[in-house]
């Protein structure tokens, strides 16, 4: 069975900080990860996603790598602004393609110290 | 832009009750998804749908049922409701096709 893990669970740092997300997954035969932001009290909006074939996806200041060997995926923030707080997850697409089998992490919350 | 909406954002009912989340979205999506989150346990599947009056359950659908009835609306439904369904849920859709979900913002649901 597939287990994600993110640590650490919660991380504060100042603002213009640059810093890492990790995520890490027991089981390297996956189609996809990707990575979401949630707010407080809502909904879970999508921010990179990255096929098994990839090494890595950008976007804005965001930027996410996967290492499948080691079931290893990073989200770099770079110059980190309050409005980031948030809580980030991960979430794993088994290889076979089954949405069903999705397997999330229970998130890192961010928070940004102006 | 797509919207996936659900029904309430914060729900309060009485164990025993029976009760029914709603979530609607406009993209046409075929997949809809019911999760519920609670802390520590990171998102957990109770049922999937993979188009208009198809169902599958995920990893936890004990004590809940669905209803796809039309290709917007997928609804769960908790025929008796107990204190241990005190939860955020979560519904998302997406295109058979592609692999990104759309959430929508969640339902607070306290059961008394």
């Known amino acids: 069975k597939q287990e994600v893990t993110q640590i650490p669970a919660a991380l504060s740092v100042p603002e213009g900080e640059n810093l890492v997300l990790n995520c890490s997954f027991t089981d390297s035969a996956i189609y996809n990860l990707q990575w979401f932001r949630q707010d407080p009290g809502k909904g879970l909006t999508s921010l990179l996603l990255i096929q098994s074939s990839q090494r890595e996806q950008t976007s804005g200041r965001l930027n996410a790598s996967l290492d499948k060997s080691s079931g290893r995926s990073t989200l770099y923030i770079a110059a980190s602004q309050p409005g980031d707080s948030a809580t980030y997850l991960c979430a794993v697409t088994p290889f076979s393609g089954g949405y069903q089998k999705v397997t999330f992490g229970t998130g890192t919350k961010l928070q940004v110290i102006p | 832009d797509v919207k996936v909406t659900q029904s309430s954002r914060y729900l309060v009912k009485r164990t025993g009750e029976k009760v029914f989340l709603e979530c609607v979205q406009d993209m046409d999506h075929e997949n809809m998804f019911w999760y519920r989150q609670d802390p520590g346990l990171g998102l957990r599947l109770i049922y999937f749908s993979y188009d208009v009056k198809m169902k599958e359950k995920g990893d936890i659908p004990e004590g809940y049922s669905v209803s796809r009835e039309k290709k917007e609306r997928f609804s769960l439904i908790l025929e008796s409701a107990s204190t241990n369904q005190t939860s955020m849920y979560l519904c998302?859709?997406?295109?058979?096709?592609?692999?990104?979900?759309?959430f929508g913002p969640g339902t607070r649901l306290t059961v008394l």
């Open positions: 998302a859709s997406k295109f058979a096709n592609t692999d990104t979900q759309y």
